[in-house]
């Protein structure tokens, strides 16, 4: 049953969908300002993350979508220590201020991330920050698939 949880919330790690990302592109003047907020992360988007989760290696692929609302959808696979798991179903809320920098949370409570986004929504980068699972180094990065 534990192991059962540890996968799900791994999974759920992942979206982060999303996270550290590059507040603004290269076109743009670095004193512009950043225009980001909800809206800011809407469509489909690939996840990719990798770490370790009490100390076992852990990657995982997800395939996400933003409402461009707070919520999120998805499911994934998750490989910890050689161990593969289906996630049939992730679910999370968000907020993004803005200077494209944002906060997720994952059910089952407890698992959160925090991310960065480009103003465009088309790259996140993000790290674990709480993982009820236990002690967990994990970052990734999420690509957006579809357009707005």
């Not at 550290?20 to 300002?33: H, K, L, N, V």
């Not at 690939?46 to 852990?58: A, H, K, T, Y």
């Not at 490989?79 to 798991?85: A, D, E, K, M, R």
């Amino acid at each position: 049953m534990r192991r059962g949880f540890v996968f799900v919330a791994l999974a759920l790690a992942s979206l982060a969908v999303l996270p550290t990302a590059w507040a603004q592109s290269s076109e743009m003047a670095s004193d512009s300002p950043s225009q980001c907020g909800p809206g800011t992360l809407k469509g489909t988007y690939m996840s990719e993350q990798r770490g370790d989760l009490n100390g076992l290696p852990v990657t995982q692929v997800n395939r996400i979508v933003s409402d461009g609302m707070g919520g999120i959808t998805g499911n994934g696979t998750i490989v910890v220590n050689g161990v593969v798991t289906v996630i049939p179903l992730i679910t999370a809320t968000y907020t993004i201020d803005a200077d494209c920098n944002g906060t997720l949370t994952s059910v089952p409570a407890g698992l959160s991330q925090n991310f960065v986004i480009r103003e465009d929504g088309s790259q996140v980068f993000f790290i674990v920050t709480a993982n009820p699972a236990g002690a967990a180094t994990i970052s990734g990065e999420a690509v957006r698939l579809s357009k707005k």
